[in-house]
T-cell receptor, first 111, second 113 residues
Framework: DAKTTQPPSMDCAEGRAANLPCNHS???????VYWYRQIHSQGPQYIIH???NNETNEMASLIITEDRKSSTLILPHATLRDTAVYYC????????????FGTGTRLQVTL | NAGVTQTPKFRILKIGQSMTLQCTQD?????MYWYRQDPGMGLKLIYY???????DKGEVPNGYNVSRSTTEDFPLRLELAAPSQTSVYFC????????????FGPGTRLLVL
């Protein structure tokens, strides 16, 4: 699976959009981009995933560049409860391909 | 649905002791996983199972054993606890495979002294 690079930490004011970047320059054509988050030592929580088209769900939006070498997770109106570590994971389809968690980005949402 | 449940929440072990971490899911998922997370680090896969009676090693299986006798349960066994096994352990499940969304339990915090 391709390796990802994320900034170690970011701050965001409550109510503003949080834009979390992820670089995955060695991504292959059959690899998806997944985002999970982990709130204060709880179990990780799935957020969203995509292949090449932008995706949106009730939690967030995922913007993938046309060359697929980077992506951005967008939390449109961050709240204090969004303070967490966010993991960007790139993995191929197929049952043998595992989730590989790096160290992620620690997002701190402030008043 | 309760989702994925884990017991105990916290345990202190002495070196050389044994214990079993319990994991149960009520979503009828075929795939189940055990991860460990050391402080400040990401999760590492210990073992996984693709169905009852089938298990396989992940990245860091040494010192652990698993079994999968039912769809619902996937216990993790530590036979001879070592300080290096001090960690937080997460169990997860998914419906069709690794590419499906994984649902995680709340974790078991283990301290080996």
């Amino acid at each position: 699976d391709a390796k990802t690079t994320q900034p170690p930490s970011m701050d965001c004011a409550e109510g503003r959009a949080a834009n979390l970047p992820c670089n995955h320059s060695t991504i292959s054509g059959n690899e998806y981009v997944y985002w999970y988050r982990q709130i204060h030592s709880q179990g990780p929580q799935y957020i969203i995933h995509g292949l090449k088209n932008n995706e949106t769900n009730e939690m967030a939006s995922l913007i993938i560049t046309e060359d697929r070498k980077s992506s951005t997770l967008i939390l449109p109106h961050a709240t204090l409860r969004d303070t967490a570590v966010y993991y960007c994971i790139v993995r191929a389809t197929g049952t043998a391909s595992k989730l590989t968690f790096g160290t992620g980005t620690r997002l701190q949402v402030t008043l | 649905n309760a989702g994925v449940t884990q017991t105990p929440k916290f345990r202190i072990l002495k070196i050389g002791q044994s214990m079993t971490l319990q994991c149960t899911q009520d979503m009828n998922h075929n795939y189940m996983y055990w991860y460990r997370q050391d402080p400040g680090m990401g999760l590492k896969l210990i073992y996984y199972s693709v169905g009852a009676g089938i298990t396989d090693k992940g990245e860091v299986p040494n010192g652990y054993n698993v079994s999968r006798s039912t769809t619902e349960d996937f216990p993790l066994r530590l036979e001879l606890a070592a300080p290096s096994q001090t960690s937080v352990y997460f169990c997860a499940s998914s419906s069709l495979g690794f590419q499906e969304t994984q649902y995680f339990g709340p974790g078991t915090r283990l301290l080996v002294l």
